[in-house]
């Protein structure tokens, strides 16, 4: 990281019209090749999936800004039980991975939680993220085909109580 200064910022669903647009756009350039040869990934399917994550009243996300940019952002909700937070999505821009961003939003996220547990779901060919939540504490806890069209994913799940 440059000299910028790495900044986060917590909301909850009644600010969401604030960053909307933020979330929306990271997503585009994050998922840009997926967007292009998946329509599960489209940003309309997207867009549906937002607003159906957004529609729970505790949903909550952290952005992370370097400066005056945004590097990216983490948001979930939690599960009917209030036992489990669905983490849903936890994306960071291209050139600001590598530097621990990912795990600092993740954290930031999850310290404001009073749930059990963090759920999440890993596509089945990211090793490399899966690896990373591993490091971070999470376990494989089975797999999950979540929409017919959408891929297989690995669910991971990391003990908060």
Same mark, same amino acid.
């Given at each position: 990281m440059? $000299?910028?200064l790495l900044t986060t910022s917590y909301y909850t669903?009644?600010?969401? &019209? &604030? *960053? /909307? !647009? %933020? *979330?929306?756009?990271v997503y585009a350039e994050v998922y840009a090749d997926d +967007? $292009?040869?998946?329509?599960?990934?489209?940003? !309309? /399917?997207f867009g549906e999936r937002l607003e159906s994550h957004t529609s729970a009243p505790d949903w909550a996300c952290v952005i992370a800004e370097v400066g005056e940019e945004i590097a990216g952002f983490t948001y979930g909700f939690a599960d009917?039980?209030? $036992?489990?937070? @669905?983490?849903? !999505?936890?994306?960071?821009?291209? @050139?600001? /991975?590598?530097?621990? +961003?990912?795990? %600092?939003m993740h954290s !930031?996220? *999850?310290?404001? /939680?009073?749930e059990e547990r963090v759920q999440l779901l890993v596509r089945r060919e990211r090793s490399r993220?899966? $690896?990373?939540?591993? @490091?971070?504490?999470?376990?494989k806890a089975g797999e999950r085909l979540p929409f017919p069209d959408s891929p297989l994913y690995d669910v991971m799940v990391l003990d908060l109580r």
């Open positions: 440059s $000299a910028d669903r009644g600010r969401l &019209e &604030e *960053i /909307r !647009e %933020v *979330i929306l756009d +967007i $292009a040869t998946n329509p599960f990934f489209s940003m !309309e /399917r009917r039980d209030g $036992a489990t937070f @669905k983490l849903c !999505e936890n994306m960071l821009r291209q @050139k600001w /991975r590598g530097r621990g +961003i990912s795990q %600092v !930031e996220l *999850i310290s404001q /939680r009073q993220l899966r $690896a990373m939540y591993e @490091k971070w504490g999470y376990r």
